[in-house]
RNA sequence: AGGACUAUAGCUCAGUUGGUUAGAGCGCUGCCUUGACAUGGCAGAGGUCUCCAGUUCAAAUCUGGAUAGUCCUACCA
C-alpha cells in the first residue's frame, strides 16, 4: 500500500478486474435478487442525481451478493425522444439546417449517429462510480428487442380495447411541433392582464340595466376568433332573460349563442364567460355539453389560420361551415394576433378595461414554449381502465413506497388518473404500428405484413404507417420486463420478477412508476392468470439540491458532475464547462460569477469512495437533499482516516524492513493457530463490532443508508481508530509482552478490520478492496475479490459485556485525566502522576488490570492507588463513578485556574440536580411513572449530590491553602 | 382552492414505540508537528428544539391552531 491513500491509483485498477472476472453477472446460486435501473438518457450525462441513485443501487446490490444472493442489476438507457431530438436539432442548426432538409430517414441516422458518439460518456461514467452492474445485458429502449416489446405491447392493447385513437383537444408544444401528456405540461404563475371586450348582442336585445352588449373578460384575447359561444350561469338573474339569445361576434361577425351553465361563477367578474371549445380544456366541456361549435383557428406553430376549421365532437370536419376569419391576420402568430385584436376592440369602442391579472401559463417541461390547447388526432392508453390493478397492488401491501407517505400521492393521482396520450410527432422514437387506407380505416399489427393478414386486405390497397411515434415513457413502462427478454424469452423475467427493489426519484412517479406497474402487472402473469408486480418496495430518494437548496439546472449554472468531484478539478475549468453551451447564453456572465464564489478554488480530488459515502449519509428520508461540498471533504478525510489505521495494522503484523517502507514478512498473528491471550481492549472492540453489524443490517432492511454510513463512522473513526488502536499500542510496544499476548491483539486488530471493510465494502468498494488486498497474508483470506466475500454476521457469542463495562472505567479516568489536562493547560507532552481514591474492590481490580493501558493513553509516570485511610495532597479531580482521580496540584496546578474549573463543574451539577429533584418531589410522578424511571432518577440524584459535596470540599481544601 | 411535506447548534442534517446531560459532519476557540494520519490529536464553546394552546406524572417527539417555506394537484374566464 502507498503511504498516502490517492484514490485515483486505486480504483480503475480493482474496477476492471471485476468487470473482466464477471463477478457483476448473476452468480446462478442463491435467491435471485434484482433491482432494474433507471434508464438514464443515452445521450445524456450522469448529474448528482444519479450517483445518489446508483451509489444506493449499488449498495444493495452489493450486500445481496455478499449476503449470498443470485444479484443482477439491470443497466441500460432510454433514447428520450423529445430531449434527444431538439439536440440533434441544434447540431444542424448551427449548420444552418432543419431535419425537413434531411427528412426522417437521414434525420434518424444522424441521430443514431450522436448516438454512438455521445452514448458512451453515461456508461463511462458509472463505472468510474464503481456500479457493479451487469454490462452482458446492457439494454437501450431502442434496440430491436426493446422496440419489438413496444409494438407487441401496442397491438395486443389496442386488440384489447385499451388503446384507441381520436380527436381530442391535446397539450400541443407549439415550437416542437409535437403533442405532450398532460404531466409534461408546467404549470408556473406568470404577471399576465385580463381584458375586458364588450359583445353587443344580437337583434336589438338588452341586459336587465339596459346595456345593449355583454363583458366578457378573458386573459387570451387571440381566442376570440374562435369563439361560439357566451355562458353564464343558469341561476344568475342578471341574465337569465337572455339565454338562448344570441351576441354578435366582434371583428368576425359570427352569431354566437348564450348559454347557460354551471361551470361559470357568478361572482367572478361580469359573471359572463365566452366559450372557444377548441382552444381551451374547461371550454370544450361546456361546448360539448351545450353543443357549441368547435373551432380552430390555429396552425401547428399556433398562427392564426387563413380560414378557420369547423369539427363535430366525434372530430368529424363540418363541410359547410363558414371558417372566414377577419382579414390582416391569417399567418399572424398569437401574440402578435393577440396585440391586434386588443387594438381593434379599442379602435370599435369595445375595449371595456385592461386590468393587472396573475394566471398559471402552462409551459412545455422541455421546450418552455406556452402550451396550446390543440385539436388533432393523437392515440390514447386507456389508463383509466389499468389504474385499478395498480392501486390495488399498492393498498394490498404487495408494493410498498419506501417512505410511506407517497403512497398518497400515489393514490391521489391514480384515482384521478385520465387517459394517457401516447403518440408524439417526432421523428426519434418507436415509429407507432398502425396503418391507414386513403378512406382513413385504421389497420393495428406488428408489420404490415401482419396488418394485411390480420384484417384481410386486398394486396392492391395502398397503406401508409402513421408517422407519429411514442412517448418515450411508453417504452419506459414496460422496462422491468422487455429488459429481460420479453416477449420470447421468459426465462429471465420468470426468475428476477418480480425484482425486489425500484430506485428512483419522486418527481417521475407518474411519469414512470405508475405506468410501469400498470404495464407490469397487464403483461406479466403468473401460472393462475395473476398479474405479477414489477418489484416489492419503491425506495424514493430526494431530490439532490444545491448547497443552499437550489434544484441544479443547467440554466442556473449550478449542476455538479459528479466526476469532477471523484477526479477534482479546477476553477478554470470548472467555470469553462458550466458556461459552455447554454440554452440562453446571457445568463453565463451571472454562472461565472456564482461560480467563482461559491467554489473559489474548483474541487478537489476526493475519489468515489469518499463521494458514495457522502451520497450515502445523505440518504435520510427527507425529500430535499441539499449537497454540499464541506460534507464531502469530510469524508474524504474518513477515507484517509481509514486508509491510514490500515498502516498502523500493517506495521505491527508485518515485519519492518529497515530503512524502507515496504513490509517484510507477515507476523503470527494466529492465522495458523496458536495460543492466544485477548487483553481487554481485545474483547471489548469485538463485543462492540457485533452491535455494528446488527445495526448494519437493521439499516440495510430500512433504507437507512445515513444511519448507516453515521454508524460505520463513528465505530471506524471514535472506536477503532481513537480507542482500540490507541490501546493495541501498549501491547504492542511492550517488550514484555507474551507471545500469545502478540498474537492475540494482532488476530484482533487484523480481524476486526477484514470484517470492516467487508462491511463498508458495498459502500466503499473500492478503498475496502484495495486494503482487503493487502491484508491478504496476515488475515489468511485467500479469494479473489472482497466484492465475493460473504456479509459479517453477527455472533452473540462474542457479546462480552464486562469486557465493555471495564472499558468504559479505562475510557472514564483517561477522560477524566485528559479533561484536567485540558482545563488547566498541562502540556500533553508533559508526564504526570495520578491518585485514585476512594475506589472500590471494583474500581482496584480494574486499575491493576490495566495500568498499562491508562499509563499510555493518559500519559502518566505513575498511577498510586489510596487506601481509605490514605491522606490525600492537594488535588485537581475528576469522578468516575464513586472513583476520585486526583492529579496533584503540587508545581502543576495554578489554584485560581482550579477553582475556576470546579465552579463551573459545580453549576452544571446544581441545575442538573434541581431538574432531577423537581421531578422526584412531584408526588405524581412518583406515583404514576414507571417504577424504573423512577429508580433511575433517584439514582442520578444520589450521583450528583454526592459529587456536589465532593466538589464543595474541593473548593474549601484550595481556599485553606 | 385542496392536499402533502418541512421548521432542532453559525451552516447542512439525524433524533426509531413520549422518560437522552438533545446528537453528527462542517465551521468556531484553546493547546499540541508524540514513532498510522496536521486530510491529524486532545480539550472546549455553542441549542427557550418556529410560536401559542392542549393531552400527560413527563413533549423536540402526540393533538389542535398560528406563522414561514417547499412541492404536488386543480383552477375564475
Not at 30 to 36: H, Q, R, V
Not at 120 to 138: H, Y
Amino acid at each position: 500500500m502507498e503511504k498516502t491513500y490517492q484514490p485515483s491509483s486505486i480504483e480503475t485498477k480493482h474496477y476492471e478486474h471485476w468487470e473482466q472476472s464477471n463477478y457483476f453477472q448473476p452468480s446462478g446460486n442463491g435467491a435471485p435478487y434484482s433491482i432494474m435501473i433507471p434508464p438514464p438518457n443515452v445521450t445524456g450525462t450522469l448529474h448528482m442525481g444519479h450517483a445518489f441513485q446508483q451509489t444506493i443501487m449499488d449498495a444493495l446490490t452489493r450486500y445481496h451478493r455478499m449476503m449470498g444472493r443470485d444479484t443482477l442489476w439491470q443497466p441500460g438507457t432510454d433514447h428520450a425522444g423529445i430531449a434527444t431530438q431538439m439536440v440533434v436539432e441544434r447540431l444542424l442548426a448551427a449548420d444552418g439546417k432543419t431535419r425537413h432538409d434531411l427528412g426522417r430517414e437521414t434525420f434518424i441516422d444522424r441521430v443514431w449517429q450522436w448516438k454512438a458518439q455521445s452514448g458512451g460518456t453515461i456508461s463511462s461514467q458509472m463505472r468510474r462510480l464503481g456500479d457493479s452492474v451487469d454490462w452482458t445485458r446492457e439494454r437501450f429502449t431502442m434496440d430491436e428487442g426493446l422496440s419489438e416489446a413496444v409494438r407487441e405491447v401496442f397491438v395486443r392493447l389496442f386488440d384489447e380495447g385499451l388503446l384507441y385513437r381520436g380527436k381530442r383537444l391535446v397539450n400541443w408544444d407549439p415550437k416542437f411541433h409535437t403533442a405532450i401528456s398532460d404531466i409534461e405540461v408546467e404549470n408556473k404563475e406568470e404577471q399576465g392582464s385580463l381584458w375586458h371586450f364588450r359583445y353587443p348582442l344580437a337583434d336589438g336585445v338588452t341586459t336587465v340595466d339596459g346595456k345593449s352588449y355583454l363583458v366578457v373578460a378573458t386573459t387570451r384575447p387571440e381566442t376570440m376568433l374562435g369563439d361560439s359561444a357566451v355562458a353564464v350561469h343558469p341561476d344568475d338573474e342578471r341574465y337569465t332573460a337572455l339565454v338562448g339569445k344570441y351576441v354578435e361576434l366582434p371583428l368576425v361577425g359570427r352569431r354566437i349563442p348564450i348559454i347557460a351553465d354551471d361551470y361559470v361563477e357568478m361572482d367572478f367578474g361580469t359573471g359572463c364567460v365566452k366559450i372557444t371549445p377548441a382552444h381551451d380544456f374547461n371550454d370544450y366541456e361546456v361546448g360539448k355539453r351545450n353543443g357549441a361549435q368547435l373551432i380552430n383557428i390555429f396552425d401547428k406553430s399556433a398562427a392564426v389560420l387563413p380560414v378557420a376549421e369547423a369539427f363535430e365532437y366525434s372530430g368529424k370536419a363540418l363541410e359547410d361551415f363558414d371558417g372566414t376569419l377577419p382579414d390582416g391576420y391569417a399567418g399572424l402568430d398569437r401574440f402578435d394576433a393577440r396585440k391586434k385584436i386588443v387594438a381593434e376592440f379599442d379602435a370599435l369602442g369595445l375595449l371595456d378595461s385592461i386590468k393587472d391579472h396573475t394566471l398559471m401559463v402552462p409551459r412545455g417541461d422541455r421546450s418552455h414554449d406556452v402550451i396550446e390547447p390543440w385539436l388533432t388526432d393523437q392515440w390514447y392508453v386507456a389508463a383509466t381502465k389499468m389504474a385499478q390493478p395498480a392501486i390495488d397492488a399498492v393498498k394490498n401491501g404487495d408494493i410498498e413506497f419506501v417512505p410511506k407517505m407517497y403512497e398518497n400521492e400515489y393514490y391521489n393521482w391514480m384515482n384521478n388518473i385520465q387517459d394517457w396520450c401516447i403518440s408524439r410527432q417526432l421523428w426519434w422514437g418507436h415509429q407507432i404500428p398502425a396503418w391507414y387506407d386513403k378512406d382513413g380505416g385504421v389497420y393495428v399489427g406488428r408489420s404490415e405484413e401482419e396488418v394485411r393478414t390480420k384484417y384481410t386486405l386486398d394486396p392492391s390497397l395502398e397503406l401508409r404507417r402513421d408517422e407519429d411515434v411514442l412517448d418515450t415513457w411508453f417504452s419506459s413502462a414496460l422496462w422491468t420486463f422487455s429488459t429481460l427478454g420479453w416477449p420470447h424469452d421468459m426465462d429471465m423475467v420468470r426468475r428476477f420478477h418480480p425484482t425486489d427493489v425500484l430506485v428512483t426519484g419522486f418527481d417521475i412517479i407518474f411519469f414512470w412508476v405508475a405506468r410501469m406497474i400498470m404495464m407490469t402487472l397487464h403483461f406479466i402473469k403468473d401460472e393462475n392468470g395473476k398479474g405479477i408486480i414489477p418489484f416489492k418496495k419503491i425506495y424514493m430518494t430526494g431530490l439532490i439540491r444545491d448547497e443552499n437548496g437550489q434544484k441544479m439546472s443547467k440554466s442556473k449554472g449550478n449542476v455538479i458532475d459528479p466526476i469532477d468531484l471523484i477526479d477534482g478539478i479546477d476553477l478554470e475549468t470548472l467555470v469553462g464547462k458550466r458556461t459552455s453551451g447554454m440554452m440562453q447564453p446571457q445568463l453565463a456572465a451571472k454562472i461565472e460569477k456564482n461560480t467563482r464564489k461559491s467554489f473559489p478554488d474548483g474541487f478537489a480530488e476526493s475519489g468515489t469512495d469518499a463521494l458514495r459515502f457522502t451520497l450515502t449519509s445523505l440518504a435520510s428520508l427527507s425529500r430535499d437533499i441539499n449537497f454540499d461540498v464541506k460534507r464531502l471533504e469530510g469524508y474524504r478525510n474518513f477515507c484517509n482516516k481509514l486508509w491510514n489505521a490500515a498502516r498502523l495494522v500493517q506495521m505491527n503484523t508485518f515485519a519492518q524492513v529497515e530503512g524502507s517502507d515496504e513490509l517484510g514478512a507477515p507476523l503470527d498473528c494466529g492465522q495458523h493457530g496458536g495460543e492466544m491471550e485477548f487483553s481487554l481492549a481485545d474483547r471489548w472492540i469485538r463485543s462492540r463490532f457485533q452491535k455494528l453489524e446488527a445495526e448494519v443490517h437493521k439499516h440495510y432492511q430500512q433504507y437507512r443508508f445515513d444511519l448507516m454510513s453515521q454508524t460505520l463512522y463513528s465505530f471506524i473513526w471514535d472506536e477503532y481508530c481513537s480507542w482500540y488502536l490507541e490501546l493495541s499500542k501498549p501491547v504492542f510496544w511492550n517488550e514484555n509482552s507474551t507471545d500469545a499476548q502478540l498474537r492475540g491483539t494482532r488476530k484482533t486488530v487484523v480481524g476486526v478490520l477484514e470484517a470492516l471493510l467487508r462491511l463498508i465494502h458495498p459502500i466503499m468498494p473500492f478503498i475496502s478492496e484495495e486494503i482487503w488486498q493487502s491484508l491478504k497474508p496476515v488475515s489468511g483470506e485467500t479469494g479473489d475479490s472482497i466484492m465475493l466475500e460473504p456479509f459479517p454476521m453477527p455472533n452473540n457469542a462474542s457479546i462480552d459485556s464486562a469486557a465493555e463495562a471495564d472499558l468504559e472505567w479505562v475510557k472514564g479516568v483517561i477522560m477524566g485525566v485528559r479533561n484536567i489536562r485540558g482545563e488547566l493547560n498541562i502540556a500533553p507532552s508533559k508526564a504526570i502522576s495520578v491518585l485514585l481514591a476512594n475506589g472500590d474492590a471494583e474500581d482496584k481490580r480494574r486499575y491493576q488490570e490495566n495500568e498499562a493501558f491508562l499509563k499510555q493513553l493518559a500519559k502518566l509516570d505513575n498511577i498510586q492507588w489510596l487506601e481509605a485511610a490514605d491522606q490525600a495532597p492537594a488535588s485537581s479531580q475528576a469522578l468516575v463513578g464513586h472513583l476520585k482521580v486526583l492529579v496533584p496540584m503540587a508545581g502543576l496546578i495554578d489554584v485560581a485556574a482550579e477553582k475556576a474549573r470546579i465552579a463551573k463543574e459545580v453549576e452544571k451539577t446544581q441545575k442538573e440536580l434541581a431538574r432531577i429533584e423537581g421531578k422526584l418531589t412531584n408526588e405524581k410522578f412518583i406515583s404514576k411513572a414507571p417504577d424504573d424511571v423512577v429508580a433511575k432518577e433517584k439514582e442520578k440524584a444520589e450521583a450528583l449530590n454526592s459529587k456536589l459535596i465532593d466538589l464543595n470540599a474541593q473548593v474549601a481544601q484550595l481556599d485553606a491553602l
